[in-house]
């Protein structure tokens, strides 16, 4: 037996699948310029050969900085094609930048460009359908596919073989589970995979005379032995290997697979948001807050007025709040409370609250008190959406309350939610409010996507206006 090596790593491996997109992406910048010139014959010159070779290399960086090239396998087209469409975007940017400083800016004609930046991406997004497509239909003809079977009876290992059973494109046809351990011990398998192939003997007999092609170990991580023990039989097999981590024993947050150094680490808890997806939420915000900053500023200004002449005080109030990563921010609002409270301890706004200034029910009712929260979206501080903060205070009372409660502060707050949209808004005077709350923070973070964000937008309207649990 062979000593483990720690220096061993775990390689990307440049697959042809990838190769094959890459090419094709190469070959539709190019067919999109043809297009041009075939449409335009006076942009064809002896820059033009130049001029796509820059583009792809652009384009091949680009693509590389979202994720364009990864597995796609069991991943709806559309994130493909979003992926895809900004990739191509960031290209023409950096393409036009590029034009701009240097001897091929007047080669091509605005109308020329437009033509080229619309034609790439439709042969693009054409091949790759044709692609998927082929894919599917040689999975179902049996071409190109292989045999697994699952060792460990158990909820991961069920819940492994309905994702693999979703996404036929992987190619894997199940043939059924094995486990050493008697029935009492293992879970109860659902009738339509319910198909026990015995021991582990038999799996490696199976896998010595080929019958399974991939073998997929699903035992916790506790059963360390076991799960030694069965890899040293698989190695005097030609079966492919992979041990499925019993991560769910833990709660996750937007678990993802890294390497450092070619060493394999997988995360528990993290942001989601990095790369192209960070600058992405980060543009969104920006734009909107600027023009909902232009529609808003009359309003803005009446409502500091109104403040002003009602009661006595400053118009706005800061508060210490929790930003990301638990680094405290002063939250802006319209002071809609005769008193600013922001000690050790406060108390939460209830209905008909005897601290409400003449119209501060009216402000919080309608939630105009939070419109100042727009220059902490400006500043980097908060987004349009995510968790809403709490005070300081109740944050540190909920934090030793509620499992995971500081988990929400993995993401920038929100002026609006997943959980004011889903009717967690006003007091929560029972520790189950706030802990409904948590669980909508915590699926906002793992779902994050733009769209939902923009969706929440939208929601976020209809729900101010219902006026419903706000005070």
């Known amino acids: 037996m062979t000593d483990p090596n720690p220096r061993q790593q775990i390689k990307h491996q440049e697959t042809w699948p990838r190769l094959l997109m890459k090419s094709l992406d190469a070959i539709a910048i190019v067919v999109g310029l043809m297009v041009l010139i075939t449409w335009l014959p006076e942009a064809n010159s002896k820059s033009t050969i130049v001029i796509s070779l820059v583009a792809i290399g652009l384009f091949n960086m680009a693509a590389e900085f979202v994720g364009l090239y990864r597995s796609w396998r069991g991943i709806r087209f559309e994130r493909e094609a979003s992926c895809s469409m900004i990739a191509w975007a960031i290209t023409f940017v950096l393409l036009a930048g590029l034009g701009h400083f240097s001897i091929y800016s007047t080669e091509l004609s605005r109308s020329g460009l437009i033509l080229w930046f619309a034609t790439t991406p439709v042969v693009s997004l054409s091949g790759r359908i044709f692609y998927r497509w082929y894919h599917s239909w040689s999975q179902a003809k049996g071409i190109n596919t292989r045999s697994y079977a699952v060792v460990g009876i158990n909820e991961l290992g069920i819940h492994l073989v309905r994702n693999i059973n979703a996404a036929p494109d992987l190619g894997l046809r199940f043939l059924g589970y094995y486990d050493d351990r008697p029935k009492e011990r293992t879970a109860e398998l659902p009738d339509d995979l319910s198909v026990n192939l015995g021991r582990l003997d038999s799996l490696i007999a199976s896998a010595k005379a080929g019958k399974v092609q991939v073998i997929f170990i699903s035992l916790p991580m506790r059963a360390e032995a076991r799960i030694r023990r069965v890899i040293q039989e698989l190695a005097d097999t030609t079966a492919s290997v992979y041990i499925v981590p019993d991560l769910f024993v833990f709660q996750m947050l937007n678990s993802r697979w890294t390497d450092i150094q070619g060493l394999p680490v997988v995360s ?141 502060h993995k993401v920038k707050p929100g002026i609006t939610g997943l959980a004011q949209v889903n009717g967690c808004r006003g007091e929560t005077e029972t520790l189950d409010k706030m802990e409904k709350r948590v669980v909508f923070d915590h699926q906002y973070i793992r779902e994050w996507s733009i769209w939902l964000d923009l969706r929440i937008i939208a929601q976020t309207f209809m729900v101010v206006f219902s006026r419903r649990n706000a005070y």
Request: charged share 20%.
């Open 268 to 408: 528990v808890f993290e942001n989601p948001l990095f790369g192209v997806d960070g600058i992405l939420k980060r543009t969104v915000d920006v734009t909107l807050a600027c023009l909902a900053l232009v529609l808003l500023f009359v309003p803005m200004g009446i409502v500091a007025l109104a403040v002003k002449l009602t009661s006595k005080g400053p118009v706005f109030f800061r508060q210490k709040r929790y930003g990301l990563d638990g680094k405290e921010i002063l939250v802006w609002k319209f002071r809609s409370m005769k008193v600013q409270e922001n000690g050790n301890w406060i108390r939460q706004a209830t209905r008909n609250d005897e601290r409400l200034t003449p119209i501060g029910g009216f402000l919080r009712n309608t939630s105009l008190d939070e419109l100042p929260q727009i220059f902490n979206v400006l500043s980097g501080q908060m987004s349009l959406v995510g968790p809403r903060p709490h005070a300081n205070a109740h944050n540190e009372f909920y934090r030793s309350q509620i499992e995971g409660y500081m988990l929400r």
